[in-house]
């Protein structure tokens, strides 16, 4: 099972060697590709051969590259992700717009949950308020009591004065580990037959990643809980590394522990099901992260 998340930092030449990803800087290293699950191109002096990237794309690794700024600005998809893509879309075309609706209200609820247990685990009076919130969730979220938590959410999280739209130092971090899951769930999308364009609750002309915006919404929490932790002056290295960790920590999910990166495998998997086969019980959402019993210090 792949579980590895690489990143290439510095100058370098990637290519293809016996099924290794080999890595040439000032020394050369070595990775089977079997072990990564994702491949991280931070530095735009990095070059790779055409077949290590259809290679990669055969092996579904999902590859991000980064800006000049080393933002993520773009990834690799693959145009078949399964051998049965044509009839996968054909099923996505037809999914029921009750069961999308049920799904998406189960997504919201799960997600304004977890926004709740994590003010919870901060002690933050506003808790109080996301569980009322909890109670009015309506159905496809009419009453769109998402939005509602989520200013108050964060607000309680980063401060009054804080707002999602601010050229801010903590929302560039949020931003950046938002992209890094998105791309993972694009890519178990993709994986799993399904068109990333085609959402349930966002549709978007202009996102060609709806499916994934919609899927990825309970998984955010992880990481404002990394980003409410750091201490920064500017989003750098250190600060992406531990955004990109992120995929590596570990969640109860299906009543077993597994990676992010794994739990998140199951989860889009579960999803599908419950869509194709119109039964929401199917839907697996990941527990208590590990370290959530850690004293979380002041907040």
Request: aromatic share 10%.
């Amino acid at each position: 099972m792949s579980w590895r998340t690489v990143v290439i930092s510095k100058r370098a030449k990637l290519d293809l060697q016996m099924g290794f990803l080999s890595v040439r800087a000032d020394t050369t290293t070595k990775i089977h590709l079997s072990e990564i699950g994702t491949l991280l191109v931070e530095n735009t002096a990095v070059s790779l051969t055409a077949s290590l990237l259809a290679e990669l794309t055969r092996r579904k690794i999902k590859v991000i590259f980064c800006d000049e700024k080393r933002n993520p600005c773009s990834e690799l998809v693959g145009y078949y992700g399964s051998h049965d893509t044509s009839n996968k879309i054909r099923n996505q075309i037809a999914w029921k717009e009750m069961t999308k609706e049920a799904v998406w209200t189960e997504i919201v609820t799960e997600k304004i949950r977890k926004q709740k247990e994590l003010l919870e685990f901060y002690k933050k009076e506003e808790a109080s308020l996301l569980s009322s919130y909890l109670k009015e969730v309506a159905w496809k979220d009419a009453t769109n009591r998402e939005g509602h938590a989520a200013k108050v959410y964060f607000n309680a999280l980063f401060g009054l004065d804080f707002t999602r739209t601010a050229d801010t130092v903590t929302n560039a971090a949020l931003n950046y580990g938002y992209s890094i899951l998105l791309s993972a769930f694009n890519r178990e999308i993709t994986a799993n037959g399904y068109l990333t364009q085609l959402g349930l609750f966002h549709d978007n002309m202009f996102n060609p990643f709806n499916l994934a915006s919609d899927f990825m919404e309970p998984y955010r929490i992880l990481v404002d809980k990394e980003v409410v932790t750091m201490d920064m002056a500017e989003l750098g290295h250190t600060e992406k590394m531990r955004l990109v960790n992120i995929l590596n920590h570990e969640v109860r999910i299906d009543g077993k522990i597994q990676y992010v990166s794994n739990a998140i495998k199951i989860y889009c998997k579960s999803v599908f099901d419950a869509l194709n086969e119109d039964d929401i019980s199917l839907i697996r959402f990941y527990g208590d992260e590990l370290q959530i019993y850690e004293d979380p210090g002041d907040v």
